[in-house]
């Protein structure tokens, strides 16, 4: 009689079984799973159980390569950092600024709630750290005094980030609650022109700038304000 086939399934140590296509659970995976859901889910719904549902594992596994949320958030802001590109250093500092701001802005606006996620950890990984390191040495290059580059650098992060944030949340809005966002830029004009003029003359007057804005546009403008000011500053110094 033919002896009974078994198959046995070996499991990585860890209670996950391990099948003939087992890829090895390690920390890249869960950040590429944990990048997908972000960008799915959002940062509020993101959790360990759901990673660990995308990857086919047990919650369980994901601890013995990330503690928990918090290194997890810790993680994934300084996986984002690696998708920063430097500023060509041949253009002055002016120019490598405004460089660095557009690709800042870029790779936030790849990332579903990117800015929540940064303003919601500290600058420990080695990728944001090393991007910090480069803006603080742009602008030592640029002749700041040292007690300047910390508030300067925090200037333009803070800058990049709101117009960031505002940016994605009015495009969530639209996408959410609108037929488009231009569909929501012209309800929203009508709205403000209808107001009481002797209420609001300047709200009116203003509603298709107000409305109809060009990120783009905006977004240069404001740099040149910043990087204009900073120049001044720099002079009288």
């Given at each position: 009689m033919a002896r009974r086939r078994r198959t046995i399934e070996q499991q990585d140590g860890r209670g996950d079984t391990m099948g003939s296509g087992y890829i090895p659970l390690d920390r890249e995976r869960i950040l590429g799973a944990a990048i997908q859901?972000?960008?799915e889910v959002g940062l509020k719904e993101l959790s360990m159980r759901k990673i660990a549902d995308q990857l086919q594992v047990k919650t369980a596994s994901l601890y013995y390569h990330v503690k928990d949320k918090e290194e997890l958030m810790q993680l994934l802001s300084d996986r984002i950092c690696k998708d920063m590109v430097w500023p060509d250093s041949s253009l002055g500092w002016q120019g490598q600024i405004l460089q660095w701001a557009e690709?800042?802005?870029?790779?936030?606006?790849?990332?579903?709630?990117?800015?929540?996620?940064?303003?919601?950890t500290i600058a420990t990984g080695l990728e944001r750290l090393t991007?910090?390191?480069h803006l603080y040495?742009?602008?030592?290059?640029?002749?700041?005094?040292?007690?300047?580059?910390?508030?300067?650098?925090s200037m333009l992060k803070n800058y990049v980030l709101g117009f960031v944030a505002e940016n994605a949340q009015l495009m969530a809005t639209a996408s959410s609650q609108y037929a488009s966002y231009e569909d929501m830029s012209e309800?929203?004009?009508q709205f403000f022109r209808q107001l009481p003029e002797e209420r609001y003359p300047n709200i009116i007057r203003l509603a298709s700038y107000t409305t109809k804005t060009d990120w783009e546009k905006e977004f240069q403008f404001g740099m040149d304000v910043l990087i204009g000011g900073l120049t001044e500053k720099f002079k009288k110094e």
């Open positions: 859901l972000l960008n690709q800042f802005r870029k790779v936030f606006l790849s990332y579903r709630d990117a800015v929540e996620l940064f303003n919601q991007q910090i390191e040495q742009l602008l030592t290059n640029a002749g700041f005094p040292d007690r300047y580059v910390p508030w300067v650098a309800q929203y004009d």
